[in-house]
C-alpha cells in the first residue's frame, strides 16, 4: 500500500530533527518557505515579538513539527545555520541553464585533489535537477554564511542564511533522495578557508577590516551604494532606508564595519539631494534595527 505523502514528509522532518537539525515547512511540490512573510505578519504568536523568519523559526522540537505537517503535505527546509551544517550544493549544467557551464561534482572534486585530499565520504542528498549536496558539520562557535560562486562556477554554499531542501521531499520533478554515507563528517578544512574570512587584528585599521571583508559583501556594498546613488525623486529615502536593512546583517555579522557602510550609503543619500542630517537619520535608525535583528538571514538550494 502506498504510504500517505503527509506522513512521510512527516517522518522526514521527524528524521532531520532526530538529527539535530533545525527544520520548517516549504509549500506542498515546492522549494519555498510556507511561513508568513515579513508583509502579512501579525505580530502575533511566535511575532509577538517582531516578525520572526524562517531561520528564526525553524525547530527541532517533535511536537511543534508533528502540529505543522499534520495542517497539509509541507516538503522540509533544513536551516543550515542553526543546525550546525555546511551543505555543499554541486549543480549540473542544465541546472544553470548552459550545456557549456562546468558540472558542480568535477569541479569540487578538481578542487580536493589540488587540496591534496578525497572527496569526502559524508552524507549527501540527490537532488531533483540531478546535482548533490554534500552535508558537513559546522565548526563549533564558527559561523560560516551562505556563497554563490565564490568557491567555484557551480559550487554554492549554504550555512547561516541559507536553507536546503531535505530528503523525501516532493518535486514534480521527483523526489530529493538520501544516498550513502549517513553520518556528516566536518567541513574540510581547506574549504572553510575559503568560507570563513580572515581574523580581524584587534587594532586593525578600517581599510585592512574592508580588505578581509568577504566578497559578496563588497559586492553587496557597491551594489546597495549604487542602488542608493540611482534612486529617482520620490523613492530616495525609502532606497537609502532598504540599503541600510540589506547591509546591516554584515555588520552584525562582522564582513564590514560600520563608518564604512554609513559613510559610503551618506554620501550617496547626499548625492541624490538627501538633506544630511535626514541621512544620519535613516541609516542610524534602519542599520540599529537590522543589525539587532537581522544577525541571521535567506538562500535555498
Known amino acids: 500500500m502506498t504510504q500517505d505523502p503527509r506522513l512521510a514528509l512527516l517522518h522526514a522532518a521527524l528524521n532531520a530533527a532526530a538529527r539535530g537539525w533545525h527544520v520548517f515547512p516549504l509549500r506542498p511540490g515546492s522549494k519555498r518557505p510556507a511561513l508568513h512573510g515579513e508583509k502579512s505578519c501579525t505580530h502575533t504568536g511566535e511575532c509577538s515579538g517582531g516578525h520572526r523568519k524562517w531561520e528564526q523559526r525553524a525547530t527541532t522540537d517533535p511536537d511543534r513539527i ?66 548533490t549536496h554534500l552535508y558537513f558539520t559546522a565548526p563549533a562557535g564558527v559561523r560560516i ?31 530529493y533522495e538520501a544516498l550513502s554515507a549517513p553520518e556528516t563528517v566536518p567541513v574540510p ?66 564582513d564590514l564595519p560600520r563608518h564604512l557602510v554609513e559613510q559610503a550609503l551618506q554620501e550617496a543619500g547626499e548625492a541624490t539631494g538627501l538633506p544630511a542630517s535626514e541621512c544620519r537619520s535613516t541609516l542610524r535608525s534602519a542599520l540599529n534595527w537590522s543589525i539587532t535583528h537581522n544577525s541571521r538571514s535567506g538562500a535555498t538550494a
Request: proline content about 6%; aromatic content about 6%; overall charge positive.
Open 66 to 131: 508533528r502540529a505543522a505537517w499534520s495542517r497539509a503535505p509541507f516538503n522540509v527546509g533544513i536551516a543550515t545555520g542553526p543546525s550546525g551544517l555546511v551543505v555543499v550544493d554541486l549543480d549540473t549544467p542544465e541546472h544553470k541553464g548552459s550545456s557549456d557551464a562546468p558540472d558542480g561534482a568535477a569541479t569540487f572534486g578538481a578542487l580536493c585533489e589540488r587540496a591534496g585530499q578525497a572527496v569526502p565520504d559524508t552524507y549527501r542528498v540527490r537532488t531533483t535537477s540531478g546535482g
Open 189 to 254: 578544512s581547506w574549504l572553510q578557508s575559503i568560507l570563513q574570512p580572515a581574523p580581524k587584528p584587534a587594532q586593525a585599521p578600517s581599510v585592512a577590516v574592508a580588505g578581509q571583508s568577504r566578497r559578496y559583501a563588497d559586492v553587496a556594498l557597491a551594489n546597495e551604494t549604487r542602488n542608493v546613488a540611482t534612486a529617482q525623486h520620490g523613492s530616495r529615502e525609502a532606497s537609502l532606508f532598504r540599503a541600510a536593512r540589506a547591509l546591516g546583517r554584515f555588520v552584525a555579522w562582522g
Open 145 to 175: 554564511g551562505s556563497t554563490a560562486g565564490t568557491v567555484a562556477e557551480s559550487v554554492d554554499t549554504r550555512g547561516w542564511g541559507g536553507y536546503v531542501v531535505a530528503a523525501g521531499s516532493i518535486l514534480p520533478a521527483g523526489q
